[in-house]
């Protein structure tokens, strides 16, 4: 078995586009010759298996080298995190102890301080040079690939350990259930450094696709490049899919090309998947987290607009459970922990084996994800267990509540966290970007009453937030996930608005 996927395309379709990169298309016979000449590189600095090599940088096309370059020299493709701050990089780096370092010139201060060899990506073809060709590092399946930064939301971020077996485990299933085909195109506009290179990018590269390669995202950008590729895939976070929706070229732009499109990191409102199909592009919900696949399920387009909530079934090698906190099975509609085994299954976090043990049993993987299983199979995510708060005896999911505010046309985005409360024990915290936060939005002001009695019209009593609370934005990591757990302490630091509806002694203020 060989995990060489650059070679093996340059031996069967070498003349097929495979990325564009800065205004050029680099077919697979490049693309293998690029990741070779890498390997060669690295070999010549008596690197080899299970050596740490890392990258830090907006996206580049070295992430593309060095992630084909991994079956040829058996390093480990490990992606920084280039949004965090220079203290937390250290940090990270003096963690993870890579061997070598990658970078762009935005970084070459951190790169001096962190004591590990690195290169310069403006010097990076002329540092590659010529030496000849890497032996056959003779990688197995559970070898690490890569270790990706999870995208946690509270402190450092873990390294989680992906070997080759999960990322071609992902990769087959990928292209036979999602139903990937040879002439399909896909941007990668989320970051290279964590795990949406692994949503399409790394599939197609199976199959022998095409990947543009965005440095960063800009959605005037991204919709000519959809129309002058022909792009057929389309993947993003919830943020970046309103953002395009609401760029002004939005309405006008060639989107004949496009198959579908696939949401991840959160759930996507339902004004901004209206904004898509309206355009006639099907619109899925996708699932996945970096230590399984990423992409666990698929649900064909009929289903997903008849159960836009819902993310499928669950991926051919993969399967999912979800249980009580006893470990028993749910009943059809029970809300319970989303487990998962299959081959891809990480091998664990990097160095921490306690966190490790706990997420690991026996090979399956305790997600942390609340999920429930319709009659008819179906799986829809509820939230995380983390975020599930009780309020008078009874579980409340922020993710209902939240789902039902994204149909009022005053709010932008929202979000639902559990705060203390001296008679419930906690309640809810509700904190909205408004529309009228907008410059382009006519929408009339909104009021933290007028919000709360919405919800109380549509929802049970225990499940209205008691407190309201509006943002300019909402703070996310770099996956586009919201960090919830800053929002209590973030917005107890600043002065309240008059606008904020909700009991007056409401923690913070925007």
């Known amino acids: 078995m060989t995990f060489d996927v650059a070679r093996v395309r340059a031996a069967t379709t070498p003349e097929r586009l495979a990325v564009h990169w800065r205004g050029r298309w680099y077919d697979y016979r490049e693309l293998d010759e690029r990741a070779a000449r890498l390997a060669a590189r690295l070999h010549a600095l008596r690197l080899g298996r299970f050596d740490r090599v890392a990258v830090l940088a907006a996206n580049h096309i070295v992430h593309l080298d060095l992630v084909l370059a991994t079956a040829k020299a058996g390093v480990v493709f490990t992606p920084l995190n280039h949004r965090l701050a220079p203290r937390e990089l250290g940090a990270v780096i003096a963690a993870l102890r890579p061997s070598l370092l990658l970078h762009d010139a935005a970084h070459e201060a951190i790169a001096e301080a962190s004591a590990v060899e690195s290169v310069s990506l403006e010097a990076y073809d002329a540092w590659l040079g010529d030496h000849g060709a890497a032996p056959d590092p003779g990688v197995g399946p559970d070898d690490p690939q890569m270790i990706l930064l999870t ?43 964590h795990a949406a290179i692994n949503v399409l990018t ?11 390669l965005m440095e960063r995202f800009d959605p005037a950008e991204y919709l000519d490049l959809v129309s002058t590729h022909a792009v057929t895939l389309l993947f993003m976070v919830p943020t970046m899919y309103a953002m395009l929706a609401h760029d002004a070229g939005f309405d006008g732009v060639d989107l004949g090309s496009v198959r579908w499109a696939i949401s991840g990191g959160a759930p996507c409102p339902d004004p901004v998947r209206a904004r898509f199909a309206r355009r006639g592009i099907p ?43 006893d470990g028993d099975p749910c009943a059809p509609g029970e809300v319970g922990e989303l487990h998962l085994q299959g081959q891809q299954v990480f091998s664990g976090y990097f160095e921490r084996p306690e966190e490790t043990a706990a997420a690991l049993c026996e090979g399956w993987l305790a997600t942390g994800d609340l999920a429930l ?15 599930m ?40 915290l509700l904190v909205v970007v408004a529309r009228d936060h907008e410059a382009d939005a006519g929408a009339a002001r909104l009021d933290g009453d007028a919000l709360l009695t919405f919800v109380r019209e549509r929802l049970a009593p225990f499940k209205v937030p008691k407190h309201v609370r509006f943002v300019t934005a909402l703070p996310k990591n770099a996956a586009g996930k919201v960090l919830r757990g800053t929002l ?19 923690a913070g203020g925007a």
């Open 373 to 387: 299983r319709d009659d008819d199979g179906d799986v829809a995510i509820v939230g995380r267990r983390k975020e």
């Open 488 to 506: 209590p302490e973030l917005l107890a630091e600043r002065p309240r608005l008059a606008r904020d509806g909700g009991t007056a002694g409401a």
């Open 283 to 325: 619109f899925r919900q996708g699932y996945g987290l970096t230590e399984a696949g990423v992409n666990c399920f698929v649900i064909d387009p009929t289903t997903a607009q008849r159960k836009p909530w819902a993310v499928g079934t669950p991926l051919r090698g993969l399967r999912a459970e979800i249980r009580r906190p």
């Open 389 to 428: 708060f009780i309020s008078g005896g009874e579980n409340v999911y922020p993710i209902e509540v939240e789902r039902l505010l994204y149909d009022h046309p005053g709010v932008t985005e929202c979000v639902v966290v559990g705060v203390p409360d001296e008679r419930w024990g906690e309640v809810g």
């Open 202 to 212: 790394t599939p197609l590269y199976h199959h022998g696709g095409r990947v543009v």
């Open 151 to 193: 995208g946690g939301t509270t402190g450092l971020p873990k390294g989680a350990v992906v070997p080759y077996r999960q990322v071609r485990a992902n990769a087959v299933a990928t292209v036979a259930d999602w139903g990937l085909e040879a002439d399909d195109c896909a941007i990668q506009a989320t970051p290279c450094f």
